[in-house]
């Protein structure tokens, strides 16, 4: 591909970075379009645009039409594979329809498996594969289809799940774009797509690093994963090329360690794969004392020594694939020592024995805080909602609950023999929706289950049953409480930003067909101390 093209191209991306962004939270602030609700730990007073993928698809768009005006090859490659412009977009639409509204882990996965088979209908995909040192081609036949929707939701997921920390994941494709410019200098199409959206993202950049004043969203995270998996075949010569599959993969090791040791640990612990926590890597520096900027720029130089390890492999054509890859692994335990992960890695039947033992309690908890984010629509009261998380939290084996909203403060408590207690903090959306303090009682490990939580202690005399004594169960069912509470609260609140208050009004019916229910059917506040438990919700 000709230079001054990408040099083009990339100028171009990056002008349109500079001039779209703030036009685009200027359009976001007057429209004052509702964003999709924040997380249980979100702390910004004010909503953060999740609409930084219209300006990376607006970048692609131009660059694309640019490339295609000045490079005849281009504009044939676009008219014969009209699914190289079609899919991305698709992909965008899905992710920025689900910032808009949440369409739910299910339908979106289904709309990701759709593009990507369009994509392999289309005849773009991995049905060859070149094995290493030989000049030996493998036809893959029917798999390569399977191989190729795998390979292009996988990539389109993990951008999404690194997504969690300002700057991470746009930094992390800005090194990946300059990959792929590589890999694929010789087709137009990758050249001109990845140069574009590396200008793009370095513009993106300026807005996104922390603290950020635009975010990707889902959208645009789709849109790069989507656009990354989508590049690394076409550099390959639909698979027959190695190297150029692998090479992404060098500069992604952190995330996929990341991202798999996640799904892992919510799979063996019972939790919602897609469930967001604060166990991810990003989360552990931050507990070491390091502020977001520190944070982003560490994993960034972390990233660029596998970013060289990419550009070595596919400089050599996959000869230096096995070294770079025990380079890879020890630099990960490195990591993993500075980061004291290297214990449980290599405590692998205590690590699963202990989530499989969570598994029973965090089901349990998990149906009644469903039952208490239901409960939002269907309360006529904050008080007759605080008596909902009352039994709620009696059942799961707190002992103590407070929760204060921005008029007053509700506590309940129940006298317990184990001491000390487990406590935890709660600051939900800033404090809008309250501050949750939650404590329960710390039994004597020697007396404890072996499963953790699949019976009581002796000495533990809660009336409510399981017993949260173990730390890590206390850490996640105290999550989990406060997830379901925040989730009921938005309901009551119907959507508005306003703070929670106990003396708010009741809401307006949000149809005419639904009827309000006598005063008396109200719960009534529940005493400050001392509350006998309840018995039914």
Sequence with gaps: MNYWLSVYCGLLGLGIGFLGVPLVLKVARRVRLSPRRQDLHN????????WGGVVLVAAFLVTVSLGAVLHSGLRRVLVEDSVIVIAPIAMFALGFWDDLKPLGARRKLLGQVLIATAVCVCGIGIGHLKIPFTDHIIDLHGWGAVITVLWLVGMTNLINLIDGVDGLAGGICLMLMALLAYVGHQTASVGVIATGLAGALLAFLWFNFPPARIYLGDGGAYFLGFQIGLLAILSSNKGTVFAALVAPLFVLALPILDVTLAILR???????????????IHHHLMDMGLSRKKVVLSLYAVTLVFLAMGFAAFASRGQLIPLLAGLAIIVLLLCAGKLSFSREWFAVGRVVGNSLGMRQEVEYALALTRWLALEGKRSRSVEELWSHLVFAGQRLGFSYIRLTLADEHRTWEQ???CEPSHSVRHQLQGGRLGTLELKAPTCDPDHAAPALAHSRPPQ????????VSDGRVFAIISDLLAEGWAKAAMEWNDGKRTPLQFNAGVPLPKSAGQRLAPESAAAPPLAATGQEPLTSP
Excluded at 43 to 50: D, E, G, I, L, S
Excluded at 267 to 280: A, E
Excluded at 460 to 467: D, L, R, V
């Design 43 to 50: 702390a910004q007073a004010f909503p953060v645009p999740r």
């Design 266 to 280: 919510r799979g063996l612990r019972g939790l919602p794969v897609f469930r967001p926590d604060r166990r991810h």
């Design 415 to 417: 006298t317990q023999p």
């Design 460 to 467: 533990c005399k809660s009336t409510s049953c399981p017993c």
